[in-house]
């Protein structure tokens, strides 16, 4: 070859290589995103993952929400003009399952954005993972107000549409005061980022009505004895507590529901749980035990053509009605997700998207007056997107009966 030739051949190799690194061949795009850009060939799935506990005695929990993002991504269809693909792992409902979801996603570049997790035992790692990546990630059911806190869990990219537990302690301590006219109260919790949190809420808010907490007690996951600490509550100085809040898992709830019945001095507390022990596996295991105790939870008298339609594709894809309690906070999540996407996506001629991940970040966060399922969305710069409504049901002959307000 001669040395003019080479030299051209030289320079059309570099010039190729050059083209190949900034997208298809014949891009201009340049990528000036901070984080970094995910790019989509014309033909390629946008692709999305979802962390949530799809296994084990909370999996309904889970289950119910990876139907909402199902639902979502067969109701949306395309998304600026590409089919979505979802990469589904699970958060066992654990820290450690946050942290090996959230490692397995990012080591996954070309996933864009994730719904997750269920539990926020989960969410606490995985968030910080997520984060460090550049990646973006909505939680349909965390509600522990550590995550959406800078001085304790927050990261950013982290954004949730479920509701702050500030608000359902809230809601719980009004019920038992006000409603039910109940003076004194306990509360007991597993150490999990959620059911601490929501334990801590509603002593406060309690406490401020001018109740008094006269036991702040703790078991384990995975502990099945619980008549120690039920004793302890029951003979706490000002006891037994005329209520009893136990916001925590399906096991621990049933364990405890169970044995507090056959606590003689408890038998005229009132018994009450969280969406955490909110689903028909979970009142399977509470049994006739469960009948007339209270659960706060999500107001889910959701009304409305979309909601109806939401239904109906939940019973024809999966056979049955909602297993538990987020799936339409799961669905608002995932559509979230996609019109941002559209919203800061760049497009070529020949349909390739690339996808700035601060840019998506800043958008979900600048989110306003999102019409959703679960009402009127509006995110602040910690995430908090919810239009948060909590209702109080009671377990009658298995069926969770909303209640109140």
């Known amino acids: 070859m001669s040395k003019k030739l080479f030299v051209v051949f030289a320079f059309l190799l570099a010039a190729s290589m050059i083209l190949a690194a900034c997208g298809p061949q014949g891009s201009t795009f340049e990528c000036t995103d901070p984080l970094g850009c995910v790019t989509y060939g014309p033909d390629e799935p946008i692709r999305i993952a979802s962390a949530l506990v799809i296994s084990g ?16 991504i067969a109701m949306r269809g395309k998304v600026a003009g590409h089919d979505v ?20 996603i990012v080591s996954d ?26 990646y973006v990630m909505v939680s349909p059911s965390n509600t522990a107000p550590a995550l959406t806190d800078p001085e304790q869990a927050w990261n950013p990219g982290y954004l949730r549409t479920a509701h702050n537990d500030k608000v359902q302690g809230a809601a719980m301590a009004q019920f038992a005061y006000e409603v039910l ?22 002593k406060d808010a309690y406490e401020a009505l001018g109740g008094k907490v006269i036991a702040f007690a703790a078991v384990s996951k995975g502990q099945t004895d619980m008549k ?3 004793t302890a509550v029951a003979s706490a100085e000002g006891g037994p507590p005329e209520f009893l809040f136990y916001p925590v898992f399906t096991s621990e709830c049933a364990f405890l529901t169970k044995q507090a019945r056959e606590v003689e001095a408890l038998s005229n507390t009132v018994l009450a749980a969280a969406d955490g022990c909110f689903s028909d596996a979970a009142a399977e295991a509470i049994g006739e035990a469960g009948n007339g105790m209270y659960f706060s939870g999500p ?25 538990s309690v987020f799936h339409a906070h799961a669905f608002d999540a995932t559509n979230m997700i996609f019109n941002c996407i559209e919203d800061v996506a ?9 996808i700035g991940r601060q840019a998506l970040r800043s958008c979900m966060y600048d989110t306003q007056e999102y019409q959703g399922l679960t009402g009127t969305l509006t995110c602040n710069e910690y995430g908090d997107c919810a239009d948060p409504k909590i209702s109080i049901s009671e377990l009658q002959d298995g069926k969770y009966e909303r209640i109140w307000p």
Do not use: R
């Not at 005695?57 to 979502?72: F, K, M, T």
């Not at 958060?91 to 959230?102: H, M, T």
């Not at 760049?346 to 690339?354: K, L, P, R």
């Open 228 to 230: 120690p600490v039920l």
């Open 346 to 354: 760049v497009q070529e001629e020949d349909g390739t998207i690339h």
């Open 85 to 104: 693909e979802l990469q589904a792992e699970d958060d066992g409902c654990s820290s450690e399952g946050g942290q090996a979801a959230g490692q397995k």
């Open 109 to 134: 570049p070309t996933i864009i954005a994730v719904v997750g997790t269920s539990c926020s035992g989960a969410g606490v790692p995985m968030s910080k993972i997520i984060s460090e990546a550049g």
């Open 57 to 72: 005695p909370d999996s309904q929990l889970g289950l119910d929400s990876q139907h909402g993002v199902e639902i979502a």
């Open 299 to 323: 107001d889910l008298s959701f009304s409305g053509e979309v909601y109806d339609q939401f239904k109906q594709m939940y019973n024809d894809m999966f056979g049955s009605d909602p297993l």
């Open 181 to 202: 006219g109940l003076k004194t109260a306990a509360a007991i919790h597993d150490g999990d980022p959620y059911t601490e949190g929501l334990a801590n809420a509603f």
